[in-house]
């Protein structure tokens, strides 16, 4: 069984940094596709950002240029680092396993994934 584990949301004002992590179970950052995904009140959960096994990674448009996902195989820990946040990055954001493979058109999209984390609020004020 996967277990992840989210940490590091908050309150910030806009154009704040935040960085949050992931600690995983077994290797499962270094062997499957692990994701942000975000889910604000009344909206979908969006695709933020992902990461392949081989170090392709892909992001949201609304984050590009302002958000970096990276991870740590060693210690089996994913973060993201947000920079210049704004008021609409406000949301309950979760870490996410998936195939080991997803392609560009699937890494963003939630139904691919089959573990998740119990999330972790960011909130920006302006």
């Known amino acids: 069984q996967v277990q992840l584990v989210e940490s590091g949301g908050g309150s910030v004002q806009a154009g704040g940094s935040l960085r949050l992590s992931c600690a995983a179970s077994g290797s499962v950052v270094s062997r499957f596709t692990v994701g942000w995904f975000r889910q604000a009140p009344g909206k979908e959960r969006e695709g933020v950002a992902a990461v392949r096994p081989d170090g392709f990674t892909l992001y949201g448009d609304s984050v590009k240029g302002r958000f970096t996902i990276s991870k740590d195989t060693a210690k089996n820990t994913l973060y993201l680092q947000m920079d210049n946040l704004k008021p609409e990055d406000t949301a309950m954001y979760y870490c996410?396993?998936?195939?080991?493979?997803?392609?560009?058109?699937?890494?963003?999209?939630?139904?691919?994934?089959?573990?998740w984390g119990q999330g972790t609020q960011v909130t920006v004020s302006s």
């Open positions: 996410a396993s998936g195939g080991p493979r997803l392609n560009r058109n699937q890494a963003l999209v939630a139904r691919n994934y089959d573990y």
